[in-house]
């Protein structure tokens, strides 16, 4: 079995920061790509920012300038700083992972199970 688990969401006022992670464990040969994405209520899920195996990202242009994903191969973990959050950040906040369990299995999506993400006064 395959768990990511997040940690770090919260309510923060507008102007403020949080800064999220996501620790994968289990049976783990190498991970490929590593990524944050959110839904916000009667919205699509979508992607927020992603970081390959080598550490390259790309964001989505909503959060470009505010946002940093990263990642710490050696711990199976990556983070997402969030800096000067809007109210239209406010979404739960979902880790995903690309992954092969064996050397000789395919690659497949894992996710974990959401973090709740609130931008208010």
């Known amino acids: 079995q395959v768990q990511l688990v997040e940690s770090g969401g919260g309510l923060v006022q507008p102007g403020g920061s949080l800064r999220l992670s996501c620790a994968a464990s289990?049976?783990?040969?190498?991970?490929?790509?590593m990524g944050w994405y959110r839904q916000a209520p009667g919205k699509q899920r979508e992607l927020v920012a992603g970081?390959?195996?080598?550490?390259?990202?790309n964001y989505a242009n909503s959060v470009k300038g505010r946002f940093t994903i990263s990642r710490d191969n050696a711990k199976n973990t990556v983070y997402l700083q969030m800096n000067s959050l809007k109210p239209e950040d406010t979404a739960v906040y979902y880790c995903?992972?690309?992954?092969?369990?064996?050397?000789?299995?395919?690659?497949?999506?894992?996710w974990g199970q959401g973090t709740q993400v609130t931008v208010s006064s």
């Open positions: 995903n992972a690309v992954l092969r369990r064996t050397s000789w299995g395919p690659l497949a999506d894992y």
């Open positions: 289990g049976r783990i040969f190498t991970i490929s790509n």
């Open positions: 970081i390959s195996s080598g550490g390259n990202g």
